[in-house]
């Protein structure tokens, strides 16, 4: 297990500095100085020449990546442009939001995508299966951005139900648990789906599976073989799945973040585009990517610790 | 010693199959009636899609406007029409481009060396490392919003998962005794690759990419809704989503009339891709 | 007394072509304390039969008409929850894959305490109960084994594992699905002892299912026959096996090879009329000259593998240092168990594989330096067969395209392909007719004789073949042998045969040499490593290699 989690941090270190390396070379080619498009047309030179020393402009490649490169690895980001602020200090304040987000789009796909998919197995072919399959289906190839929309509309705008716009007020769990329940099911819904389309095809192959029929065999009680004997095994893709899940949550996050007009790094991202905010850009879809890299390296983590043919593979 | 063989090709079965499944037969309807509306837009709207007419703005469904004007007062049924083209043609286009560079970079790792693997393994990773959002953004900021950037988001989105897909069966497929027996015969690695490992990895990658398309619809869409794909005043799904969007409260049906069509696009074809896949593949059923 | 009554028995199943009548008026008894033999080959029914007695039977599967009796209750009516409660305690099950047969992710321990769900008593009692099944399937140190999970087993481990689960409730009525059918030999021997003992002691009655006749009559009282869902036969081991009366007893007892107490050039298939076979006598073994130049000779050949999840630093030796030379029209017969480096040494020999030391000298020339260009000439003149008789066919090729594969390598253009192709058919025993056939549309026997088509293809100087009858069976795998036989002599080819069945090779090789963990233990004529084995090793092959059951007699 110790050689296993190694190797698996190993990758993640790797592909993090990769995820650098990319970023880095995309902010060097961009067309045009970065220092003149922050600074806008009316700069003078005398201006332009001073950040460019300041955001390390003036000197060789390599030396501007290893600054960044070391930088990123100890948490310093840079500042950003227009309010001077360390960017990692920016990029902090907005995450809680976006990932508490996030965790509301996971607790809805898992806690009804499971059951779901795991009731459509045990009763296959079946009409509950048929219906199931079909809303799966439908949530999975709806655009996140567009029942976020159609959410706001419903819901919010004309039967007013829930409110629609921002955060809620702080220190109030109450109302911002109020706020978050449309963004969370926009990010989450069609995961929803896909948790319960793997599930219900993971138990399917399951219960077909040779051990299953042995445990029959033996008269064991099916409650104790669907829920014991298939789905401790079924459920371990559904895991590695929700890994890659978090990366898809985290771009739905953007568009409720942008729909909902709450904070969040996706927020943050998107105006600090607008707005040519380069630093920002670089500094928080790093801290994203990392973030992404995390969360996946501990989905295989506890599928490591769940399964214990991986377990003893390393 | 004989086998009943059916003379019926595979392919007639299929279709017969694939008309047999109700959702199926939803799937191509739909799928034909968003692929006609796109290619017929001319002839079924007279109104320009770009065409601004401050008169009209703002006006609800009617008779004239079958879903209403935008804030320019824009026909929203022919943009959504025109819409459609950009959407479909993006959506093709890109997925044939991400099969081929799947392909070919799935078998390289798949066949080739363990270095070459191994690099490109990370290179997928890292790739796929980036959430889908963050890639777009960082791109858009290198090469400005336009729908090559749309393309590339595309591509470099399907290409990780594709050539994931193909170098699992090549490498499956190495280890199997119909290769070994070819290579014992001393046929060459590209006669290998052409003739024994090609036709059996193709067919399932294009029904998974042909399932694929809702997802490049909600790439372009999305992008085009966020100002990084089309540019105004071309007609995107996206766009019109975003009109609506910021005129939600008083005029709702632009809204409506930019998300419709993305979801009416993206069910059908799922519905299609579903029971193509089912039909064509039942071992792969309910994946 | 008896356990299991079952009477005129009907099974269908309905599929997308109608119908399918699986088993048709199956009769026949399990008395009480006794082992019931059902001998049958691939697509008989075994397997219907068991999971209708089991209450198992697939979704699209019933019970047409008949009675399944036990210990007095009629089974066929029952709902599952009744159903359940007779799965366990009264009748429990053996499957044939120990591979898949424990659950992966609960442990031993666990597994065998919900076994127990039914009873009362506290979990360090049901794990006492488990501990005592597990000494007495000889599992070592049967505490520690109980926190243990299934993968840490190997695979005859795991398969008394499984027995022990199902001997665990005292069950009346214990059915064995070819249960040792993927073990080893020697393995086998030792598996088949322990379920005996453990019958005895426990006083129950075991289904045994089985197509291996030899294990059928090595450990069952009474035996029934069955063939395409009937019952064609049943009675006491000894009538069946001594006096078969029905014709497909006869034949099939007379197909296995075991069964041959001389060597034969040729063996007898199903289409023989039953006792009418008369043995072709092989002719000795032509001593090479001395001096002569064999055609392929191994010299110290040894394969490592390294693995290991950092550097590699784990090193499996494949083969082990091995030499041997083999003339032209010769063959020698390779055989051990499965791991024994067998197939390693074929392929090192083929160059598939790489080889660490020593050196393979086909016709004067090193094989593992050839150039590009001899390369080509090797592939040619040496023709692999695998295991696998569908695997090593490209699945979406036809027939005439994949015996055609070696001519389109080589850029054979002087020859009509579509005649070369029919030719190579007829000989193979196929017939022009299969030619536009897909692999999936073949039975096993003609999937294989597609291979051995494709194989002789370009004439070669030496094939060599893995286990080219496994999985075959016993009617079709003597066909198979035949023409392997009357190729050979016929094309004066040298052969390579891998099996871990020394009564198949004992028909074809002249001579054979035994592996064990990557090591020749023994290579000797034929003759002589039956009549006088002169290694352990090679004694304890012979005896595993369950005889036919013509030799008990």
Known sequence: MLSYTLKRLGLAVLIVSLAMLLLFSMIY????????????????????????????????????????????????????????????????????????????????????????????????????????????????????????????????????????????????????LLHLILPSLAVGLGWVGYIARMVRASMLEVLEAQHIRTARAFGLPERMITYRYALTIAILPTVTLLGVGIGQML???????????????????????????????????????????????????????????????? | MSVAVSDTPEWKLAVGRLMREPLGVLGVLLVLLMVGGAVFADWLSIYDPTRISPRDRFLAPSSEHFLGTDQLGRDLFARVLHGGRIALSVALASTAISLAIGIVLGLLAGYGPRWLDNLLLLLFDSIKSFPTVMLALALVTLFGPSLTAVVIVVVLVNVPGYARIIRTQTLALKESEFVQAAQSMGASTARVLRVHIMPNVIGPLVILASMDIPVVIAIEAGMSFLGLGVRPPTPSWGAILNDGFTAIRDTPWIAIAGGLPIILTTLGFTFLGETLRDVFDPRLKGR | MTVLSIQDLNVKFSTEKGDFHALKDVSFDVPEKTIVGIVGESGCGKSTLINSVLGLLADNGRVDSGSIEFEGQELTGLNPTEMRALRGPRISCVFQDPMGALNPVLSVGEQMRNIQYRDTIGKAEKDARSVEMLRSVKIPDPEHALDRYPHEFSGGMKQRIAIAMALMMRPSLLIADEPTTALDATLEVVTLDLLKDLQKQIGCSI?????????????????????????????????????????????????????????????????????????????????????????????????????????????????????????????????????????????????????????????????????????????????????????????????????????????????????ETDRLLTLAGLGPEFATRFPHQLSGGQARRVGVARAIALKPKLIIADEPTAGLDVSVQGGVLNLLNELRDELRLAMVFITHNLHVVRHVADRIAVMKQGQFVEIGETETIFARPQHDYTKTLLAANLAGPGAHA
């Open chain 1, 251 to 314: 771009s739905s996050a953007v568009f409720a973040e942008i729909v909902f007009n709450r904070p969040g790094v996706g927020r943050l991202v998107y105006d600090a585009i607008l707005t040519r905010n380069y630093p920002l850009v670089t500094g928080a879809v790093l801290v994203t990517t990392v973030l992404f890299v995390l969360l996946n390296l501990v989905a295989d983590l506890i599928v490591g610790a769940l399964d214990p043919r991986v377990r003893s593979r390393f």
């Open chain 3, 207 to 419: 289904l045994f299912i089985s197509h291996h006749l030899g294990v059928i009559a090595e450990l069952c009282d009474q035996v029934a026959v069955m063939f395409a869902g009937e019952v064609v036969e049943r009675g006491s081991a000894a009538q069946v096996f001594t006096s078969p009366r029905h014709d497909y007893t006869r034949r099939l007892l007379e197909c296995d090879p075991a069964n041959q107490k001389e060597r034969t050039r040729r063996l007898p298939t199903m289409s023989d009329e039953p006792g009418s076979f008369v043995p072709v006598p092989v002719p000795p073994r032509q001593v090479p000259p001395a001096g002569a130049t064999p055609l392929i000779e191994v010299e110290d050949a040894q394969v490592h593998f390294h693995s290991g999840p950092f550097y590699k630093t784990r090193t499996t030796v494949g083969v082990g240092g091995v030499s041997f030379e083999l003339f032209e029209g010769e063959t020698l017969g390779l055989v051990g168990e499965s791991g024994s480096g067998k197939s390693t040494l074929a392929r090192t020999m083929a160059r598939l594989s790489h080889i660490t030391e020593g050196k393979v000298t086909f016709e004067g020339s090193s094989v593992h330096d050839l150039g590009r260009g001899d390369m080509q000439r090797l592939r040619r003149d040496v023709s692999v067969m695998f295991q696998d008789p569908f695997g090593s066919l490209s699945p979406r090729m036809k027939v005439r395209d994949l015996v055609a594969e070696p001519f389109r390598i080589h850029g054979v253009t002087d020859v009509d392909l579509i005649v």
């Open chain 1, 29 to 176: 080619l961009i067309p045009g100085d970065p220092a003149a498009v922050a600074l806008g047309p009316r700069a003078t030179d005398a201006m332009r020449e001073a950040l460019r020393v300041k955001m390390g402009l003036d000197q060789p490649v390599w030396v501007q990546f290893w600054n960044f490169f070391s930088g990123a690895w100890t948490g310093d980001l840079g500042r950003e442009v227009l309010s001077d602020r360390p960017v990692s200090q920016v990029v902090m304040e907005q995450l809680p939001y976006t990932l508490v987000l996030i965790a509301g789009g996971i607790s809805w796909s898992v806690a009804l995508g499971i059951p779901l998919g795991c009731w459509a197995a045990v009763q296959r072919g079946s009409w509950a299966d048929r219906i199931v399959g079909l809303l799966s289906v439908a949530v999975i190839a709806v655009p996140s951005f567009v029942i976020a929309i159609y959410a706001l509309l419903v819901f919010a705008v004309t039967l007013q139900w829930l409110p629609a716009i921002g955060a809620g007020e702080a220190g109030n769990i109450g109302d911002q």
